[in-house]
């Protein structure tokens, strides 16, 4: 990075090594600290912090088949699931549709009726339904879950404030179907850290985290019972010990980091004001950053050559693909290198956006490090975390895992004194969502 583009970077109060990692740390414990707490009405200091009612640990039944649902942000998948005697998971009538409302704005009968659409081929396998919903839901004490808003640019908002168990069984019953059918309903950091877990059986791990980075963000851990504050009065005695799943809901953290461009950004959205972090690190929002930087450097001028400026103001939108396919191959047929005439443009338009996700790494890093700094996990090498990662901007862009590992090193185990091992486990939220409606009844 050339001094004139870190001059840039830094005045916008958008350079990635500006931002002070203790201090965001710091930050974050103190919003989830206050989200297990209380809950309700907006506090940008608060993360949600969703009690999910789901245990760890139970015994998995086998040679019993159960519906899974994944419910992602471009992607709506559907399947049946067992486990052998051997606890091997077995994925069976795997079908992917497109997630209803990603495309145009749906009523809410539309909603759940396209849900039916694609859920009644397999309805016929079992009576359990165990739904992996990737957005804000608030979580019942019977397991299903209250939407309580819709991020990536899904449209429903009729479907804000509605059980989603309750009114795909109404959907059902209208088809003719009984009431005897029982959803479990998690998110998709549940589902990858429930998933990870079968894993993490074979070796020595001190706790699981649960990480997707894809269209959105978010993390989930295993939290103490007795630390959650806000649902004491709502437990039963013999349920308020032991530890259970918390869906921090992350992307909803406003760092103080925000900067003007961020603000800029953000009332773009369809949705301004919510999922700060979000729009700072996923996959759905990481396109838009870099349209947004490259069009402010390109004002500053003096960065790019006429010839460069001239091709990009036929850009109107860019996705986080397009940033990677550049990183792929800044001189290979692809939209941005296609705008470049010499190498400064092609070595300044690669700082840029190696700055946009050295930036979204670092909150990655932040909503890691504070999690185990907060519950005290992973201080030895020998007995270290397991994070169950999944989402396709993780494993599918060429820059974040390796800039991630980079600083899980420097700054996770050689400044705070934690250890994590990241894991992938292939068709984990579909495992995961198998295990909590397998073990989760009411």
């Known amino acids: 990075m050339n001094e004139n583009i870190r001059q840039f970077l830094h005045e916008r109060h958008i350079l990635a090594e500006d931002i002070d990692l203790d201090l965001a740390v710091d930050e974050f414990i103190a919003a989830m600290q206050h989200g297990l707490q209380t809950e309700g009405g907006e506090d940008v200091k608060r993360l949600p912090m969703i009690p999910t009612y789901i245990r760890v640990g139970k015994k998995i039944p086998v040679n019993e088949r159960i519906i899974v649902l994944d419910a992602g942000g471009t992607n709506f998948r559907v399947a049946t699931v067992y486990f052998d005697e051997a606890l091997e998971p077995h994925v069976d009538h795997f079908e992917v549709h497109a997630m209803p409302g990603s495309d145009r704005e749906l009523t809410k009968p539309e909603f759940f009726n396209k849900i039916l659409d694609y859920l ?51 959907a059902m019953r209208a088809r003719g179907y009984s009431d005897d059918y029982h959803f479990v309903v998690l998110n998709d950091t549940v589902a990858a850290l429930l998933g990870g877990m079968m894993q993490a059986a074979k070796r020595a791990f001190d706790s699981n985290l649960g990480l997707i980075v894809g269209t959105g963000i978010n993390c989930a851990y295993v939290e103490e019972v007795s630390h959650i504050e806000k649902i004491q009065s709502h437990l039963a005695i013999k349920d308020q010990g032991g530890y259970m799943v918390v869906n921090t809901e992350s992307g909803t953290f406003h760092p103080s980091f925000c900067s003007a461009f961020d603000d800029e950004l953000d009332l773009s959205t369809n949705d301004p004001g919510s999922y700060r972090m979000e729009k700072m690190v996923s996959g759905r929002y990481l396109g838009l950053n870099g349209l947004y930087v490259i069009r402010e450097a390109i004002e500053v001028g003096g960065l790019f050559s006429d010839f460069f400026e001239q091709r990009f103001d036929r850009i109107h939108e860019l996705s986080s693909r397009d940033l990677n396919d550049f990183i792929e191959n800044p001189y290979g047929p692809n939209l941005l290198s296609h705008c470049c005439c010499n190498v400064i443009d092609r070595e300044n338009l690669y700082a840029l956006i190696d700055n946009v996700f050295e930036r979204a790494v670092r909150f990655i890093v932040v909503n890691l490090a504070a999690i185990m700094k907060m519950r005290g996990l992973g201080k030895s090498p020998v007995k270290p975390v397991m994070i169950s990662a999944d989402g396709s901007t993780f494993y599918k862009s060429k820059l974040i895992r390796p800039k991630l590992t980079y600083y899980l090193r420097q700054y996770l185990n050689d400044q705070l004194g934690h ?24």
């Open 419 to 442: 250890y994590c091992e990241i894991i992938h486990v292939e068709q984990g939220n579909l495992i995961g969502a198998a295990i909590a409606g397998l073990t989760n009844e009411r």
């Open 120 to 170: 009644e081929p397999v309805l016929p396998y079992s009576k359990k339904i165990g739904f992996c919903f990737s957005y804000a839901a608030e979580i019942l004490p019977n397991r299903d879950g209250v939407v309580k808003c819709f991020s990536k640019e899904v449209r429903v908002p009729e479907v804000v404030g509605e059980a989603i168990g309750e009114n795909l069984l109404a």
